[in-house]
């Protein structure tokens, strides 16, 4: 049976109602640099797929679009701007992916 409180019997809230906020953020904040610092230790081609991998787990909220930051907008306008301005700028595809191979070793 609860008190006047709100509590049941054999239960006690904290005396600082954000205690346990600290207390869980402490830990999964030691619980995050541990694992942050064990995915900065892999390959950083291992990084960047369990990055992709997380990344294309996370939900997909059809009704608010995906922000991009300011400086992501930007580059894009530049981009865009610049292909617009003159279109053999751009480079194929096929030919990047060859260059990425060449450069990093990876399979793209």
């Known amino acids: 049976p609860g008190n006047s409180q709100g509590t049941t019997a054999g239960t006690r809230p ?3 109602p954000n205690l346990h906020c600290q207390t869980q953020n402490t830990i999964f904040g030691a619980m995050h640099t541990e694992l942050l610092e ?3 230790n ?3 081609m291992e990084q960047v797929e369990l990055a992709d991998e997380i990344m294309e787990g996370l939900p997909v909220r059809q009704d608010r679009p995906a922000r991009l930051s300011s ?3 930007g580059e ?3 981009r865009i701007e610049e292909y617009d301005a003159d279109p053999s700028s751009a480079i194929p595809w096929e030919e990047v ?3 990425v191979e060449k450069q990093f070793g990876w399979k793209v």
Do not use: F, I, N
């Open 76 to 78: 894009l306008k530049r």
């Open 38 to 40: 064990q995915v900065r």
């Open 71 to 73: 400086w992501h907008e």
């Open 42 to 44: 892999l390959p950083l």
């Open 14 to 16: 904290p005396a600082d």
């Open 97 to 99: 992916k060859a260059d």
